[in-house]
């Protein structure tokens, strides 16, 4: 695998549901990002690590839970999402944090129902 | 408030017709100015960064240069594999990075 890889790249699930979405960068970065990417709305930042410390968090409902175990994987874990959630999930690496030359990921395509 | 306004939303050319690509910003302290091109079904491709008004970057078709209060991205003579979402972002004087929604460009053979 190169670059950046996110699974699963397609998610349906209930408000109930809990899941989670993974990323992982072949890189060698130090900074991964998590961004939403909503139908005919900018990409948003949602979270920022760095060296597997969180550096930032754009105001992020706190059903979205973001976890990295180490600099080359990222994860957030969902839980009792709404509707207005569904959306692309972009994962994001670079060599720093606060560098935006960004490799991004695929995405993760997440409906809520 | 800070804000990126990309226009136009959607932009249909043919095969060898250049254009231009708008980008105009509002920001406090403009740290820094980025290109990405996102393909259907894909995360976005980072292109270019411009940091300073009258700066210019090449890449292929495309040029990119930075005014004051705008940047603009040229295509010359596009081509079919062009065709994509083209988007801007602006990074602030408090270093938060603010992305436009993107212009939709298809380039018809």
């Known amino acids: 695998e190169t670059g950046v890889t996110q699974t699963p790249r397609h998610l349906v699930m209930g408000m109930t549901n809990k899941k989670s979405l993974k990323c992982e960068q072949h890189?060698?970065?130090?900074?991964m990002y998590w961004y939403k990417q909503s139908a005919k709305k900018p990409l948003e930042l949602m979270f920022v690590?760095?060296?597997?410390?969180?550096?930032e968090n754009n105001s992020v409902p706190s059903r979205f839970s973001p976890e990295c175990p180490n600099s080359s994987h990222l994860f957030l874990h969902l839980h009792t999402l709404q509707p207005e959630d569904s959306a692309l999930y972009l994962c994001?690496?670079?060599?720093?944090?606060?560098?935006?030359?960004?490799?991004f990921g695929p995405g993760t395509r997440l409906t809520v129902l | 408030e800070d804000q990126v306004t990309q226009s136009p939303e959607a932009l249909r050319l043919q095969e060898g017709e250049s254009s231009s690509l708008n980008c105009s910003y509002t920001?406090?302290?403009?740290?820094?100015l980025f290109w990405y091109r996102q393909d259907p079904g894909k995360g976005p491709e980072f292109l270019f960064t411009l940091y300073s008004a009258g700066e210019e970057k090449e890449k292929e078709r495309l040029k990119a240069t930075l005014t004051k209060k705008e940047s603009f991205l040229h295509i010359t003579a596009p081509k079919p594999e062009d065709s994509a979402t083209y988007l801007c972002?602006?990074?602030?004087?408090?270093?938060?990075?603010?992305f436009g929604s993107g212009t939709r460009l298809l380039v018809r053979p």
């Open positions: 690590y760095s060296l597997e410390e969180r550096v």
């Open positions: 920001v406090s302290g403009l740290r820094g």
């Open positions: 972002a602006v990074v602030d004087s408090s270093y938060k990075l603010i």
């Open positions: 890189l060698g970065h130090n900074a």
């Open positions: 994001a690496s670079s060599q720093r944090s606060g560098e935006y030359e960004q490799f």
